[in-house]
């Protein structure tokens, strides 16, 4: 059972950085895809970034050009390098990862538990 772990959360100022970063354990072979969700209290969870293991990336459109996903597939990591935040982008952000050939995936099969990025104006 793949267990995703997220750190690197907090809070920042508008404009400032912030670098998520999560671990999988339990991996048994190579993860096709990782990525970084968010969701907002009372809004419907959305994609943020999807990487897939030979480097094909999708981002949302509200983070392009500022978010940067990367991963680390010896180590099992992936990250969030997130820069001028807004404080829109205020969430609880999710790790995420699916086996699939299936690109983007539609359905993630794990999730972490989430970590908190706030960004005062």
């Known amino acids: 059972q793949v267990q995703l772990v997220e750190s690197g959360g907090g809070l920042v100022q508008a404009g400032g950085s912030l670098r998520l970063s999560c671990a999988a354990s339990?991996?048994?072979?190579?993860?096709?895809?990782m990525g970084w969700h968010r969701q907002v209290p009372g809004k419907q969870r959305e994609l943020v970034a999807a990487?897939?293991?030979?480097?094909?990336?999708r981002y949302a459109d509200s983070v392009k050009g500022r978010f940067t996903i990367s991963r680390d597939n010896a180590k099992h990591m992936v990250y969030l390098q997130m820069n001028n935040l807004k404080p829109e982008d205020t969430a609880v952000y999710y790790c995420?990862?699916?086996?699939?050939?299936?690109?983007?995936?539609?359905?993630?099969?794990?999730w972490g538990q989430g970590a908190q990025v706030t960004v005062s104006s």
């Open positions: 990487m897939r293991s030979g480097g094909d990336t």
């Open positions: 995420t990862a699916d086996y699939s050939e299936y690109w983007p995936p539609t359905i993630w099969d794990y």
């Open positions: 339990g991996v048994a072979f190579s993860i096709n895809n």
